[in-house]
């Protein structure tokens, strides 16, 4: 199973086909979708919704992941002592990746861990 948080631009027509590009590659995808506007309540509303995936999962190696703030939010859920394991994409380190540069062309993940 993979869970999929997605980030700020979540109504744009990019995010719709970067989900359907992972349903590609495994289709028991999730999309978990959370409101931008309440962020004291994302991380709460976020764990909820992950620990029912997890609950009806059958796939020993779930996989959280996200784009932008979707990718902090996969790291914080993963941080949180859910047993899923999880990547960032390159946006989570802009410090790095953006020095110099006014475009990141490319999401790769950084080296997956178990958390």
């Known amino acids: 199973m993979i869970i999929y948080l997605h980030g700020f631009d979540s109504n744009s027509p990019g995010n719709h086909e970067k989900v359907l590009q992972l349903q590609f590659i495994d289709p028991d995808v999730r999309l978990v979708s959370y409101s931008t506007r309440h962020p004291k309540h994302d991380m709460q509303h976020l764990l909820k919704e992950v620990d029912k995936m997890l609950q009806l999962n059958v796939d020993d190696r779930p996989l959280i992941c996200g784009v932008g703030l979707g990718g902090y ?33 490319k999401n790769t993940p950084i080296s997956p861990r178990s958390a």
């Not at 994409?89 to 410090?95: D, E, K, L, N, V």
């Open 73 to 105: 939010w996969a790291e914080r859920i993963a941080f949180c002592a859910i047993s899923v394991r999880w990547y960032l994409t390159r946006i989570c380190f802009p410090m790095k990746t953006w020095r110099g540069k006014s475009i990141v062309r």
